[in-house]
C-alpha cells in the first residue's frame, strides 16, 4: 500500500509543482515585478512548500539568497525582489526535497505528526495541505498570465519524474 501512497502523491505533487514551474517559465520580464506581484507571490508559494517539507518545522530555514520574511508578522516583504532565476532554483529545490520526501515515505512515517503554533497534522496530511497551497497559486498565476499576455500553460495531469 504505502508503493501506491508514494506513487500517487508524487504524480499529484511533483504535477502541482510543474504547473508552478510552467507558469514562472511563462511569466514575461514586463510582469514579473510589476503591482501584480507575480514575484513575490512566487517566493510565498516556494517558501510555504519549502516549510511544510520540513519534517521539523522548528528547525525550518529557506537556502541563501532567501530569508525568514514570511515569519514576520504585517507583511514584511522581503528586502529585494527575487529574480526569476532565483525562483526557478528555488522551486527545483522544493521539487527535490519533495521528491525524496515522499521517496522515503513509510507506514510510520506517514502518520508522524507535523505539528507547529497553528497545525496538527500528520506529515501526509501536511503534504496534501502543501499541495492545495501550490495549485492555489499556479491557478493564480494561469489567470494572471491569461489576463495580461492571453496565454497560460496547460494542464499537467502527473509530475514528470516518476518515483520509483
Not at 45 to 53: A, K, N, P
Request: glycine letters at 2%; aromatic letters at 16%; one cysteine or more.
Amino acid at each position: 500500500m504505502i508503493e501506491t501512497v508514494k506513487k500517487s502523491c508524487w504524480q499529484q505533487f511533483g504535477a502541482s509543482l510543474d504547473m508552478l514551474e510552467n507558469a514562472i517559465k511563462l511569466c514575461p520580464d514586463m510582469l514579473w515585478d510589476t503591482d501584480r506581484l507575480f514575484w513575490y507571490w512566487s517566493y510565498h508559494c516556494l517558501f510555504w512548500t519549502d516549510y511544510y517539507l520540513t519534517l521539523d518545522p522548528d528547525s525550518f530555514a529557506p537556502p541563501a539568497p532567501f530569508t525568514l520574511s514570511e515569519f514576520e508578522s504585517g507583511g514584511a516583504m522581503p528586502d529585494r525582489t527575487y529574480t526569476k532565476e532565483e525562483i526557478l532554483i528555488y522551486l527545483q529545490y522544493c521539487s527535490d526535497k519533495a521528491f525524496n520526501l515522499i521517496k522515503s515515505f513509510t507506514e510510520e512515517l506517514v502518520q508522524t505528526p507535523w505539528v507547529n503554533k497553528t497545525k496538527n497534522f500528520t506529515v501526509l496530511e501536511i503534504l496534501l495541505y502543501n499541495m492545495r497551497h501550490v495549485q492555489h497559486h499556479a491557478a493564480q498565476f494561469n489567470k494572471i498570465l491569461r489576463e495580461e499576455i492571453d496565454q497560460a500553460p496547460s494542464w499537467v495531469s502527473v509530475a514528470r519524474s516518476e518515483i520509483t
